[in-house]
């Protein structure tokens, strides 16, 4: 299963855990397995999060594939000048 | 796509051709949203707040619409109820509620014949206030007693016992920071402070609107992403966005403070109860400076660790920031990811909160964050390398992210260029230059994501075997140029053949705006996939000319051509061949791309600056800037070196003299450019410029943005060269003449 880093001050929602393992072949099925094994995370999942797979960050993207063994963390949605 | 995909010896990229827009904008034939104009056109006017917060008790327009001339007055009553979330906010900003909440605060907007009838008709309309305390300072929002402005701001993230002006609270890291910290051999902890500072785009918001009684309206504006004002303007007004066509002008700047709504909705608003006739609203400097975006203000704590060799054990920042009256705009979300991006650092701690204030509402600016964060981390590690006696670049080299390290926000960087700016700052001529009295030497790094985002991109062959491309990301630093160079390298055609048109939201899918360093990447990607689609169509048309296979045929040079012996011998079908039968052979060619844009390169730049200070007055004069940035591929260089030099200038701006300056009263004082102070030409050397290109393996051409890195490192690197020469370390931009001044007479007791 995918491993989900959660930045720090969203671990609360998620029962103080810094990794969670979650079952997704995409971006999109990862934030809703998240949602719902957590739902505290949800207002920050609606409110706009960018992620990063295996290094590469999906800025908005809930095709981009994930595989099994993927890391992953969760960043606040990236804007630009 | 793996690196070694990436193409090299270009016959176009990489070349410098006239740029596409320059006759049309030294000839003044360019049209800008002001010169926009209709029959039968209006021109609108706003009354504003002169109180940074106040319960507007009653507006009476009266007066005003008794002049005759008068045609429509606007007021939050005329604006749809039950929006939520940031529509509300934008709503709220476009035109003030119940309250308004910082000084310039939009009230009311009035429509009449001409713009002076306007004017005078907008100080007709009587305003009822109740004067309610204010606070504007960022700490001083946070302190205790300070006036909550909004009760209930705070989002999810925020724990429990915050100020009620604190909207959003983050916190992430990684190691053991306290083991860190113990491994140093000096650990140094500072406060460090930006004043909130405008884009200071040449042109003013401009927009003419016309909403037809059928409910669809048309608008036509001065913006870096029509989509999103199509959207904007649409949920504000209570609209579907589907009956608003929104069409780009040309743009005199934007940096991110175009990339939102202020006033745009309203000249729709106004037209609709003019009777449908067009409304032009053109913004005054004054209100630029007053009402639209700045960036965040913002105050910083950062402590480090280093060993005698320069290692850097530990690192924490606990940042805050405010981004005016509305949550969400402050950019600490940025801000803490680029920190600590240009290290590799074992044990991080970053945390940060956005305080609310009565400002106006920020808006982006070029690398939103970054800049802030970069005084702030970059000034302390300049203080504790002159403090160790070691070489700034050395420290950095020694520390910096390399490929394959993982960034200080989580994710293990790809291929990135740092290194090599270093290498290169290093070995520039600038850095070996002796250092007279009263001079000295500042270095600093910056980093940017970049970002790619929703693309649409169209491209038409013509007749004559030219193409035509249409793009949906307002053309701001020269992107025409640089999309038509890769265009006419994809196709293999003169780039004189290749047009690149900005159009309007009728003739794409949805456009992100021009922002995040994002045009030349995405909207370039897209049209090189694009172009391609039209080479395998006009591929198509030769092979059923020849009879053959379609996979029979390649493509190299601007035409068909039997892809080796077996294919049989034919004669070479160029493009204009191609394009003057396509009517009889299967009719117009075309090719189109839609993506949401990832695979960016991070961005990563190294300036070095030579400032020369008055020791009587203060001033800083900036003798010498070097900027080196890597561009992945440099597809104009003539672009990126201009991205490059304008980054600088509005950094220096930043580091030097500009600030807002707001007085007891919660006024603005400042806002006209004679006092709000940008850096103009006779301020500033010609700024040199090196071009580092470490392909970006996730764009055909290896393209990384360029926009926004460069405004990075002058903060931290200007303050560190005024260290240098006068021995002073100013922790609270900007270092203006005054400031400069007293923290000498200080050092001399």
Redesign the interface.
Same mark, same amino acid.
């Given at each position: 299963m995918a491993k989900v880093h959660l930045w720090a001050s969203l671990r609360r929602f998620a029962d103080g855990q810094e990794v969670v393992e979650v079952d997704a072949a995409t971006v999109g099925q990862m934030l809703d397995a998240l949602e719902k094994a957590h739902p505290g995370l949800g207002p920050a999942i609606k409110a706009g999060l960018s992620v990063a797979v295996d290094g590469e960050v999906i800025a908005n993207s809930r095709s981009a594939p994930v595989k099994p063994d993927s890391e992953v963390y969760l960043l606040q949605r990236l804007k630009g000048g | 796509m793996a690196r070694d995909d990436v193409k090299t010896g270009y016959k176009y990229v990489g070349t410098r051709p006239n740029r596409p827009d320059g006759l049309d904008k030294v000839t003044g034939r360019a049209r800008y949203g002001a010169d926009f104009s209709l029959p039968g056109m209006l021109h609108a006017a706003v009354v504003r707040s002169p109180h940074a917060h106040a319960r507007i008790v009653k507006i009476d327009a009266s007066k005003a619409l008794a002049l005759d001339g008068v045609k429509a007055v606007v007021t939050r009553a005329d604006l749809p109820t039950g929006l939520t979330g940031e529509d509300l906010n934008l709503q709220d900003n476009t035109l003030a509620g119940e309250k308004a909440l910082y000084d310039g605060h939009s009230v009311a907007a009035v429509a009449a014949t001409s713009q002076l009838l306007a004017q005078d008709a907008a100080r007709l309309i009587e305003v009822t206030y109740e004067v309610l305390p204010h606070v504007t300072d960022v700490d001083a929002a946070m302190a205790p007693g300070a006036p909550v402005i909004r009760p209930g701001v705070a989002?999810?993230?925020v &724990?429990e016992g915050m100020h009620g002006n604190v909207a959003r @609270?983050?916190?992430?890291?990684h190691g053991d920071v306290e083991a860190g910290f113990a491994a140093a051999d000096i650990v140094r902890e500072h406060t460090y402070k930006t004043e909130a500072t405008h884009?200071g785009y040449i042109e003013p918001h401009a927009a003419v609107g016309q909403m037809g009684e059928d409910g669809r309206g048309e608008m036509w504006v001065c913006t870096q992403g029509h989509w999103y004002i199509r959207r904007m303007s649409a949920a504000v007004l209570g609209i579907e966005a589907a009956n608003l066509r929104v069409t780009p002008s040309e743009i005199g700047g934007g940096? /991110? /403070?175009k =990339?939102t709504i202020f006033m745009e909705p309203l000249t729709l608003a106004l037209s609709k109860k003019a009777g449908g006739r067009p409304v032009k609203l053109v913004m005054s400097r004054s209100e630029v400076l007053r009402a639209t975006g700045p960036t965040a203000s913002a105050s910083m704590d950062v402590k480090l660790g280093m060993k005698k060799d320069g290692t850097i054990t530990a690192g924490q920042v606990y940042f805050r920031m405010q981004g005016g009256a509305f949550p969400g705009m402050s &950019?600490? #979300?940025?801000a803490l &990811?680029c920190a600590f991006a240009c290290y590799d650092i074992a044990a991080l701690k970053h945390e940060a909160v956005e305080v609310i204030a009565n400002r106006p509402k920020a808006a982006?600016? *070029?690398?939103?964050g970054s800049p802030m964060a970069a005084f702030a981390v970059e000034s302390l590690v300049d203080e504790m390398c002159r403090e160790l006696g070691l070489d700034p670049i050395e420290v950095r080299l020694k520390n910096g992210a390399k490929n394959g390290s993982k960034s200080s @926000?989580? &994710?293990?960087? !790809?291929v990135i260029g740092l290194q090599e700016t270093l290498e290169a700052a290093k070995a520039h001529p600038n850095y070996a230059i002796p250092l007279g009295k009263n001079q000295g030497r500042g270095v600093a790094s910056g980093f940017?994501? !970049?970002? #790619? #985002?929703?693309t649409s991109v169209s491209l038409a062959i013509g007749e004559d075997g030219t193409a035509t491309v249409m793009i949906g990301t307002p053309d701001i630093g020269g992107s025409r140029a640089s999309i038509g160079l890769m265009v006419a390298e994809t196709l293999g055609i003169p780039y004189e053949d290749v047009r690149v048109n900005v159009v309007e939201t009728g003739a794409l899918g949805v456009n992100e705006p021009t922002? /995040?360093? *994002?045009a030349t990447f995405a909207s370039g990607k897209a049209a090189v996939l694009a172009a391609g689609q039209a080479i395998k169509e006009m591929c198509k048309r030769a092979a059923a000319e020849w009879e053959i296979d379609a996979e029979a045929v390649e493509w190299k040079d601007g035409a068909a051509h039997p892809a080796g012996p077996n294919a049989g011998k034919f004669p070479p079908m160029t493009i204009g061949e191609i394009g003057s039968k396509m009517g009889g052979s299967g009719g117009p060619i075309s090719g189109h791309h839609e993506v =949401?844009a990832? /695979?960016?390169g991070a961005s990563f730049g190294t300036h070095v600056v030579d400032v020369e200070v008055d020791p009587e007055t203060g001033r800083t004069t900036i003798l010498r800037y070097l900027v080196v940035q890597d561009a992945g591929t440099a597809i104009h260089p003539a672009y990126v070196e201009g991205q490059y030099q304008g980054g600088a200038a509005q950094g220096i701006g930043w580091a030097l003299n500009e600030e807002y300056v707001y007085g007891a009263d919660g006024r603005l004082q400042n806002p006209v450019f004679l006092d709000y102070r940008i850096p103009v030409a006779s301020d500033l050397p010609m700024i040199d410029t090196v071009i580092v290109e470490v392909p970006n393996p996730g764009h055909p051409y290896g393209v990384r943005g360029v #926009?926004?890195t460069g405004i990075t490192p002058p903060l931290p690197a200007v303050a560190s060269a005024i260290a240098g020469a006068t021995g002073a370390r100013i922790r609270s931009l900007p270092c203006s003449p005054p400031k400069v001044l007293a923290a000498i007479k200080a050092l001399k007791g």
């Amino acid at each position: 299963m995918a491993k989900v880093h959660l930045w720090a001050s969203l671990r609360r929602f998620a029962d103080g855990q810094e990794v969670v393992e979650v079952d997704a072949a995409t971006v999109g099925q990862m934030l809703d397995a998240l949602e719902k094994a957590h739902p505290g995370l949800g207002p920050a999942i609606k409110a706009g999060l960018s992620v990063a797979v295996d290094g590469e960050v999906i800025a908005n993207s809930r095709s981009a594939p994930v595989k099994p063994d993927s890391e992953v963390y969760l960043l606040q949605r990236l804007k630009g000048g | 796509m793996a690196r070694d995909d990436v193409k090299t010896g270009y016959k176009y990229v990489g070349t410098r051709p006239n740029r596409p827009d320059g006759l049309d904008k030294v000839t003044g034939r360019a049209r800008y949203g002001a010169d926009f104009s209709l029959p039968g056109m209006l021109h609108a006017a706003v009354v504003r707040s002169p109180h940074a917060h106040a319960r507007i008790v009653k507006i009476d327009a009266s007066k005003a619409l008794a002049l005759d001339g008068v045609k429509a007055v606007v007021t939050r009553a005329d604006l749809p109820t039950g929006l939520t979330g940031e529509d509300l906010n934008l709503q709220d900003n476009t035109l003030a509620g119940e309250k308004a909440l910082y000084d310039g605060h939009s009230v009311a907007a009035v429509a009449a014949t001409s713009q002076l009838l306007a004017q005078d008709a907008a100080r007709l309309i009587e305003v009822t206030y109740e004067v309610l305390p204010h606070v504007t300072d960022v700490d001083a929002a946070m302190a205790p007693g300070a006036p909550v402005i909004r009760p209930g701001v705070a989002d999810y993230s925020v &724990p429990e016992g915050m100020h009620g002006n604190v909207a959003r @609270y983050m916190e992430f890291g990684h190691g053991d920071v306290e083991a860190g910290f113990a491994a140093a051999d000096i650990v140094r902890e500072h406060t460090y402070k930006t004043e909130a500072t405008h884009q200071g785009y040449i042109e003013p918001h401009a927009a003419v609107g016309q909403m037809g009684e059928d409910g669809r309206g048309e608008m036509w504006v001065c913006t870096q992403g029509h989509w999103y004002i199509r959207r904007m303007s649409a949920a504000v007004l209570g609209i579907e966005a589907a009956n608003l066509r929104v069409t780009p002008s040309e743009i005199g700047g934007g940096f /991110g /403070g175009k =990339t939102t709504i202020f006033m745009e909705p309203l000249t729709l608003a106004l037209s609709k109860k003019a009777g449908g006739r067009p409304v032009k609203l053109v913004m005054s400097r004054s209100e630029v400076l007053r009402a639209t975006g700045p960036t965040a203000s913002a105050s910083m704590d950062v402590k480090l660790g280093m060993k005698k060799d320069g290692t850097i054990t530990a690192g924490q920042v606990y940042f805050r920031m405010q981004g005016g009256a509305f949550p969400g705009m402050s &950019p600490i #979300g940025e801000a803490l &990811p680029c920190a600590f991006a240009c290290y590799d650092i074992a044990a991080l701690k970053h945390e940060a909160v956005e305080v609310i204030a009565n400002r106006p509402k920020a808006a982006a600016y *070029r690398a939103p964050g970054s800049p802030m964060a970069a005084f702030a981390v970059e000034s302390l590690v300049d203080e504790m390398c002159r403090e160790l006696g070691l070489d700034p670049i050395e420290v950095r080299l020694k520390n910096g992210a390399k490929n394959g390290s993982k960034s200080s @926000y989580g &994710p293990v960087y !790809n291929v990135i260029g740092l290194q090599e700016t270093l290498e290169a700052a290093k070995a520039h001529p600038n850095y070996a230059i002796p250092l007279g009295k009263n001079q000295g030497r500042g270095v600093a790094s910056g980093f940017w994501f !970049n970002h #790619g #985002g929703e693309t649409s991109v169209s491209l038409a062959i013509g007749e004559d075997g030219t193409a035509t491309v249409m793009i949906g990301t307002p053309d701001i630093g020269g992107s025409r140029a640089s999309i038509g160079l890769m265009v006419a390298e994809t196709l293999g055609i003169p780039y004189e053949d290749v047009r690149v048109n900005v159009v309007e939201t009728g003739a794409l899918g949805v456009n992100e705006p021009t922002h /995040g360093s *994002r045009a030349t990447f995405a909207s370039g990607k897209a049209a090189v996939l694009a172009a391609g689609q039209a080479i395998k169509e006009m591929c198509k048309r030769a092979a059923a000319e020849w009879e053959i296979d379609a996979e029979a045929v390649e493509w190299k040079d601007g035409a068909a051509h039997p892809a080796g012996p077996n294919a049989g011998k034919f004669p070479p079908m160029t493009i204009g061949e191609i394009g003057s039968k396509m009517g009889g052979s299967g009719g117009p060619i075309s090719g189109h791309h839609e993506v =949401t844009a990832e /695979g960016v390169g991070a961005s990563f730049g190294t300036h070095v600056v030579d400032v020369e200070v008055d020791p009587e007055t203060g001033r800083t004069t900036i003798l010498r800037y070097l900027v080196v940035q890597d561009a992945g591929t440099a597809i104009h260089p003539a672009y990126v070196e201009g991205q490059y030099q304008g980054g600088a200038a509005q950094g220096i701006g930043w580091a030097l003299n500009e600030e807002y300056v707001y007085g007891a009263d919660g006024r603005l004082q400042n806002p006209v450019f004679l006092d709000y102070r940008i850096p103009v030409a006779s301020d500033l050397p010609m700024i040199d410029t090196v071009i580092v290109e470490v392909p970006n393996p996730g764009h055909p051409y290896g393209v990384r943005g360029v #926009g926004e890195t460069g405004i990075t490192p002058p903060l931290p690197a200007v303050a560190s060269a005024i260290a240098g020469a006068t021995g002073a370390r100013i922790r609270s931009l900007p270092c203006s003449p005054p400031k400069v001044l007293a923290a000498i007479k200080a050092l001399k007791g």
